[in-house]
């Protein structure tokens, strides 16, 4: 099992697949296993490093605040541990504004940019639903957690055709043998409210998706839409009758797309 130490803290980080890097940033609260229902279709194609960020998982979860610059050095020093030069990165949400900064302190190692709900800084909305969220998270239980975060994060349309998944999680959620503590979550929190890159959108030259929900509320659409506009020759795809987590409810175009875009810009 792959360790590595970046700044005193110990980052874990498993691979699959064979091919070209494919670096994968998961979002806020949720660690590397949460790519499942995508690496198994991605890992046909790239080789696919699933990271768990500090905070969360098997890495180290050292009291906060953290910063999405520090979280980019603990994926640069997987990538300098494995061996890997160039890739291709994709974050969601949180892992997107990670994958941002990482661009911006070695953009040379970007081969393109999959950025998924995510934003370039927040407005004051925003950074209020991140205060919020440390506050509800620290008088709840497990389950009920889950399901405030499930009410941000899925649409109205998954939750009409899905509620008995959405249920069983809020129970499977007390049975995680991994919980998150709460220093981990607050300082992963506190990386999202700090988060800037919208000044240096311009020098993105990296091949860049957007993705995003048409009924996010949580990042809405204006976020990726001002990713798209800062960073030139950008694509965005909007998915309809979608949230948050868009790249779940519609698994299938979601994985489709961002293979699609990827092998476009994997070198020959």
Same mark, same amino acid.
Request: proline share 5%.
């Given at each position: ?125 925003? +950074? @209020? ?11 709840? %239980?497990?389950?009920?957690?889950? &399901? /405030? =975060? ?54 993105? +030259? @990296? ?11 949580? %990042?809405?659409?204006?976020?990726? &839409? /001002? =990713? ?41």
């Amino acid at each position: 099992m792959p360790y590595v130490k970046n700044e005193g803290v110990s980052i874990f980080y498993e691979v699959e697949g064979d091919g070209f890097p494919l670096i994968l940033i998961m979002g806020l609260g949720a660690d590397r296993t949460a790519w499942e229902p995508h690496s198994n279709e991605w890992r046909k194609h790239f080789a696919c490093y699933k990271i768990d960020n500090r905070g969360i998982g098997l890495s180290d979860k050292p009291r906060g605040p953290y910063t999405t610059d520090a979280m980019a050095t603990d994926v640069l020093a997987v990538m300098d541990h494995a061996g890997v030069d160039k890739a291709h990165v994709l974050g969601v949400s949180m892992g997107g504004a990670i994958a941002q900064s990482l661009y911006r302190r070695a953009p040379a190692r970007v081969q393109s940019l999959v950025l998924v709900s995510t934003w370039a800084k927040l407005d004051n909305f925003g +950074k @209020a639903v991140f205060h919020h969220f440390k506050a509800s998270r620290a008088h709840a %239980t497990a389950s009920q957690w889950i &399901e /405030t =975060l499930q009410l941000w994060i899925w649409g109205p349309k998954y939750m009409d055709n899905n509620l008995q998944d959405l249920l069983d999680a809020q129970e499977m959620a007390e049975e995680n043998p991994f919980p998150q503590p709460r220093v981990g979550f607050e300082g992963q929190c506190d990386a999202c409210i700090g988060h800037d890159t919208e000044g240096g959108l311009g020098e993105v +030259k @990296a091949p860049t998706l957007i993705t995003v929900g048409d009924k996010d509320i949580f %990042t809405p659409i204006r976020m990726s &839409e /001002t =990713l798209h506009k800062g960073i030139a020759g950008s694509e965005l795809a909007v998915f309809a009758d979608c949230a948050h987590v868009h790249h779940w409810e519609d698994l299938e175009r979601f994985n489709s797309r961002t293979v699609a875009f990827m092998q476009k810009h994997t070198p020959e």
